[in-house]
């Protein structure tokens, strides 16, 4: 694995274990029947024998790589270590299809790094909204380096949005509801979407409802856009 410096700042319970980011992402999601969209999404090769190339920017602990085709030649960046060594343990245990996989400790801002040869699909799920404000000047440079993007944001951040998938999940997110700000900034820090990368202010900022959502995909060229319960996938292609 490449070295590369991670972060040094304080990160939430959630993004300290992998175990614990898939076990509470489940509660909140229907998070199997998503990453089984996007893995029928980005498809498999087209050539026997051939390869389809993918890169995850930021690919956390991958669960995406569970729901693709064996033919994916996957490679996946992230800034979490935690991330990537459950990541690499799901590959040694088999719960990964993609025959051929890569992670790299990686910042996904690094655009002397990104790969010389085109990808056929760069996958970003669940990571502009982290980056906002730069979200934009993300996708728009990643256009140069695949053949297809797929995006997947959520349009609800904020608990009183959320539609939770399981009961527990549901009972918490309507009890953080009566919270005022203040107390919900403590538990983002210390339990929910500190990624320990990215400012609460910068990520809390991020201002897409689902129309909103709808329009920026519009304003990147997204022409094909499939809605789920809280999120919006967007699927640019190059011309
Ligand atoms: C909400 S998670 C999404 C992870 C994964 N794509 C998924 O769908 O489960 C956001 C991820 O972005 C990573 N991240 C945030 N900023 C980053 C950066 N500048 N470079 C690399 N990774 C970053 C975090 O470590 C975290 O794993």
């Not at 509801?177 to 500190?194: G, H, M, S, T, V």
Request: glycine fraction near 6%; hydrophobic fraction near 40%.
């Amino acid at each position: 694995m490449a070295q590369e410096t991670t972060s040094k700042m304080f990160r939430s319970l959630t993004y300290r274990s992998g175990h614990v980011y898939n076990f509470v992402n489940q509660l909140l999601y229907d998070w199997k029947k998503k990453f089984m969209i996007l893995g029928k999404l980005v498809g498999k090769s087209e050539i026997p024998g051939s390869t389809l190339k993918l890169l995850d920017l930021s690919c956390g602990t991958g669960f995406l790589a569970r729901f693709l085709d064996p033919s994916v030649d996957y490679e996946g960046w992230d800034l979490n270590e935690a991330f990537l060594n459950k990541l690499k343990l799901d590959w040694e245990k088999g719960r990964l299809k993609p025959k051929k996989l890569k992670v790299r400790v990686k910042n996904i801002f690094d655009y002397d790094d990104y790969p010389k040869e085109k990808k056929d699909v760069i996958v970003f799920s669940g990571i502009l909204h982290h980056v906002y404000p730069k979200h934009i000047e993300l996708v728009e440079h990643a256009k140069h380096y695949a053949k297809r993007i797929i995006i997947c944001e959520p349009y609800a951040i904020k608990p009183k949005d959320i539609n939770a998938h399981d009961w527990t999940a549901r009972l918490f997110i309507f009890l953080t509801k009566f919270l005022p700000e203040r107390i919900y900034k403590q538990l983002d820090i210390f339990l929910a979407d500190n990624d320990g990368i990215n400012s609460y202010d910068s990520r809390s900022a991020w201002p897409y409802d689902k129309k909103g959502l709808r329009e920026l995909y519009i304003s990147l060229d997204i022409k094909k856009r499939y809605s789920l319960v809280d999120e919006l996938i967007g699927i640019w292609e190059e011309t």
